[in-house]
């Protein structure tokens, strides 16, 4: 589903003068797989999933999503994604409901069946007593099951999620991190960036650690304790970035 070959992205900074935060990076995730991308804050991992989600331009490399090339092909890929990431930002002045229905019309969405599905998601998320509630009087856990709601409605097969736990208590997080397995079991394609360890752990079936731009290790979490003779992760990651 998500296909990445020698991926860079290079841009000019008045400050730090020619940045690569990208250099050459190359990995897969396929249907009902959860892929994680590990690293420090400045990794390159947000790039990355930008690129993916057409919002940057790479510097050179190719990158499909369900087959479809995300320069060339940028407006076909937005209908095979759904984005979640931390801070993701909600309109003070409408509803959980009208925000959801709003991103669903823009996908084309018929009336409905737009309904019907949002109803269902609605359930599913536990959203359903505060469906009224306007944006600027939501909690940031509310806020972030309606950026999962808004990224779902158009039942994308590809879903990314960057640091999407970042900010939330341990329960909405713990919360999203079950929706998301549920989803991968789905078979959904995610692509699922953090820096806790814990989270690559508990979810991912792949793992990719990223360091200043550049992939140091990629694999299942098995074969990378077996490589490295670390089966601690935190440790294995320490080990790689020192």
């Given amino acids: 589903m998500i296909h990445v070959r020698d991926l860079t992205k290079h841009y000019s900074d008045l400050k730090l003068g020619q940045v690569h935060a990208l250099e050459g990076i190359s990995f897969d995730a396929g249907a ?44 076909q890929v937005r209908r095979q994604i759904g984005v979640v990431s931390a801070g993701t930002a909600i309109y003070d002045r409408m509803t959980a409901w009208e925000l959801v229905e ?37 909690s940031t856990g509310m806020k972030q099951k309606v950026s999962i709601a808004r990224a779902l409605v158009h039942d994308p097969p590809v879903l990314i999620f ?18 998301i397995a549920e989803l991968r079991d789905q078979g959904k394609c995610i692509v699922f960036s953090t820096h806790i360890m814990r989270e690559a752990e508990r979810l991912c079936d792949r793992i990719a650690i990223i360091h200043r731009g550049r992939i140091l290790a990629a694999g299942t979490l098995q074969s990378l304790r077996q490589t490295y003779d670390e089966q601690d992760l935190e440790e294995l990651f320490f080990g790689l970035i020192a």
Avoid: C, W
Wanted: no cysteine; charged share 20%; net charge positive.
């Fill in 102 to 138: 709003h991103f669903g019309r823009l996908h084309g969405m018929q009336r409905e069946p737009l309904r019907q599905r949002m109803e269902s998601l609605f359930d599913r998320l536990q959203m359903q007593p505060f469906r009224d509630v306007l944006g600027a009087k939501m």
């Fill in 32 to 75: 009902g797989q959860v892929v994680g991308l590990l690293g420090p804050n400045g990794a390159g991992k947000t790039t990355a999933l930008r690129i993916l989600s057409t919002m940057l331009r790479p510097t050179s490399g190719v990158v499909t999503v369900n087959g479809y090339d995300v320069v060339t092909q940028a407006a």
């Fill in 162 to 179: 960057d640091e999407a736990t970042s900010g939330l208590d341990v329960l909405v997080a713990r919360a999203l991190l079950n929706a």
